[in-house]
């Protein structure tokens, strides 16, 4: 949708800006860093969740996830594993410095909201 608000111009501008981030070494390595610990996380995530649920002593908290958790069943991880992959290929894609320092902050939120997941199940 991006691509049709976006004039020709700004768009061959976009993808110029990607290409010379991508060409950083060093940014490539700490996108490649930051997805494989965000997918990490992910999947703590979604197993976090399931734990905390079926103990029955958390429930979801985003409305939005809980009324596909409930009406969708184990789908829900497919799509939760799919948006993840989206996201990593958008930051490996485009890793500028600006996109890696918010996107690292976006691991670390959901980090401690995983760790919090697990303290909840376990009761601690």
Known sequence: ???????????????????AARAGRR????AFA???????????????????????????ANPLMRYVMDNHGVGWIAAKLALQLVISAMVLWFPHRIVLMI???????NGFIVLNNFRIALGV
Do not use: Q
């Open 34 to 60: 930051l997805v494989a610990v965000y997918n990490f996380v992910g999947v703590f995530d979604i197993i976090s969740t399931i734990a905390a649920i079926e103990l029955g002593v958390a429930e979801e």
């Open 27 to 30: 940014n490539l390595a700490i």
């Open 1 to 19: 949708m991006v691509w049709f608000i976006l004039s020709k111009s700004r768009r061959s501008s976009l993808i110029d800006d990607a290409a």
């Open 103 to 109: 996107f690292a902050l976006a691991v670390w939120t």
